[in-house]
């Protein structure tokens, strides 16, 4: 399935058809063993307890790649459609549990951010938790021209402005599943006016690139 980018809060307007598509069902808490790759760490991290809520939630894949049933199987029965966003053919990515052949999305590497989706009623209002290895730690990022969806791997409660700085960022954007909203640190914003907020660790990010080509990311 091919999808032309929207601009990253379009997304949730695809909540809604989703959400009046989907049947409502149970709710929990959910976790995963902690088999993951590594990145590097030195010493055995504690695990990283993600918060999933009714609606969407963004966050990265801290353990090792796995096929998004394998990844998702701790919440099964909750979530009804997991995303991804490939930046270099500007498309997203779709996987539907239990509708196999369905969808383009079959993998998500490690370090990768990718959404779920969690349809009103299926929590009770509670929120469930998908535990995730903390073994991917400080991986590099090749960043496009344009909107990258792309997992924080980085210093837990390091700054945007800081997490960035020397690139040529226009926008940093990283989404709070309790509030369904973005936080949006905005270069072209007065220095007042921006919200220079701390990035967690685990979490997905929307990074807008203003440039012709593609540049790394140390994640520090």
């Known amino acids: 399935m091919r999808r032309r980018r929207p601009p990253p809060p379009a997304l949730l307007a695809a909540a809604a058809l989703i959400l009046a598509l989907a049947a409502a069902g149970g709710g929990g808490v959910a976790a995963q063993d902690g088999d993951s790759s590594t990145a590097g760490a030195a010493a055995v991290q504690p695990p990283v307890l993600q918060p999933i809520t009714e609606g969407w939630s963004l966050l990265a894949n801290t353990g090792r790649g796995a096929s998004p049933a394998v990844l998702l199987a701790p919440l099964d029965g909750l979530v009804a459609a997991a995303f991804t966003y490939d930046a270099a053919q500007d498309e ?71 997490a960035t700085v020397g690139l040529p960022v226009r926008r940093v954007l990283q989404w709070d599943g309790a509030s369904q909203r973005y936080r949006v640190w905005d270069t072209r914003l007065p220095a007042e006016l921006r919200d220079d907020f701390p990035l967690e660790y685990g979490a997905g990010l929307w990074i807008e690139l203003r440039s012709s080509r593609p540049v790394p990311w140390y994640q520090r």
């Open 92 to 162: 997203f990515l779709e996987y539907r549990p239990g509708e196999p052949g369905r969808g383009e999305l079959t993998w998500i590497e490690s370090g990768q951010a990718f959404w779920i989706l969690v349809p009103a009623g299926r929590l009770g209002g509670d929120i469930a938790f998908l535990e995730l290895p903390a073994r991917a730690r400080h991986l590099p990022v090749t960043l496009l021209p344009g909107f990258n969806l792309v997992g924080w791997t980085g210093e837990d409660g390091l700054s945007a402005s800081r």
